[in-house]
């Protein structure tokens, strides 16, 4: 499958002054099968040391003894954290509070599929899974360790579901969004998604925009072959009613309840937008909210997710 996503990633300047006395340290976890190996992969070529099957107990030891040394040739700390044992929940609350009182800048990448694609992986590299075991089948060990890691998912970051990407789609993705995780700031992470109803909605998203009662470039033969991120595509959608108020409107809707999503401690939100075939409606609306978003200092990643299919 092939995505097509904004370049996101850029190196940023004076990371040691903005970390001053913090020690940027990613957790990458999620379900089996997912592809948390890929994202270790990922963040050791972003020069991180890269520590796997860390059991959730030893996690504030290893973090605390590393930003300790603070080596000058590492740019953080990325585990990848075995969280399946039983005392799972009341462990992980008691690190996340041990972490909490010490100077860790803390990012947890939680990585999820469905579970039909998770049997599917499963079934072509014939390895079992973890908690596979006597008289507990596969899908019945997915759902348990789904239930096992739910705390741990409602403290990510950053949710990616990889249902729908190969290894190298994974690579991409993880490598856009690192501008979203690389900045230790407080407030909210906006992800935007675009997409099309007739691949499929995100299945991570926390709020869908059914846009297909804009009109549509698909059916105007000059307009047909562009994308919404040319300007003919732009103003076609949202240069007039409805689309302008439309967009007036939902922009106001959304100066009003992100600050509530904040004030609550909400660490992110996946907003995704969609029309038809995921390429014209869909992106021009997404491009022209992320970049409203930005401007009033939002920390926002962007996802045109069906782009090429449309």
């Known amino acids: 499958m092939e995505t097509h996503k904004q370049g996101l990633i ?33 963040f050791e ?15 504030p030891t290893i973090m605390e003894l590393f930003s300790r040394e603070n080596p000058k040739n590492f740019r953080g700390l990325a585990l ?9 929940a009341r462990e992980w ?10 100077r860790i800048c803390l990012q947890i990448i939680y990585l999820e599929a469905s579970s039909g694609v998770l049997v599917r992986r499963y079934a072509e590299t014939r390895r079992p899974h973890p908690m596979e075991g006597e008289g507990i089948g596969l899908e019945q060990a997915l759902e348990k360790e ?35 995780l690389d900045q230790v700031l407080a407030g909210i992470r906006v992800h935007i998604i675009s997409f099309g109803f007739k691949y499929g909605m995100p299945s991570e998203a926390d709020m869908v925009q059914d846009l297909r009662f804009l009109p549509n470039p698909f059916f105007e033969p000059e307009l047909k072959s562009l ?34 999503f904040q004030k609550e401690g909400r660490y992110r ?14 992106v021009a609306v997404a491009e022209n909210v992320a ?20």
């Open 10 to 42: 850029r190196d940023v300047p004076g990371r040691e002054k903005e970390h001053a006395g913090c020690y940027p340290v990613i957790i990458v976890t999620g379900l089996s099968g997912a592809g948390k190996s890929t994202a270790l992969n990922v």
């Open 45 to 59: 070529d972003l020069g991180f040391f890269c520590v796997d099957g860390l059991p959730v107990t030893l996690a």
């Open 80 to 88: 990848g954290m075995d969280l399946r044992q039983s005392d799972f």
């Open 93 to 102: 609350s008691r690190v996340r509070d041990r972490m909490s009182q010490n």
């Open 146 to 180: 789904k239930q096992i890691l739910e705390p741990l998912r409602s403290d990510a970051h950053l949710v990616v579901d990889t249902s729908d990407f190969s290894i190298h789609d994974l690579r991409r993705a993880l490598k856009e969004k690192w501008e979203c």
């Open 227 to 260: 994308s919404g991120r040319d300007t003919a595509i732009a103003d076609y959608v949202l240069g007039k009613p409805p689309g302008s108020s439309y967009l007036e409107k939902y922009k106001d809707f959304l100066g009003f309840i992100l600050p509530l």
């Open 269 to 282: 939100l996946t907003m995704a937008f969609g029309c038809t075939g995921g390429r014209h409606r869909s």
């Open 291 to 310: 970049d409203f978003l930005k401007k009033n200092g939002y920390l926002v990643s962007l996802e045109h997710r069906h782009f090429q299919l449309g």
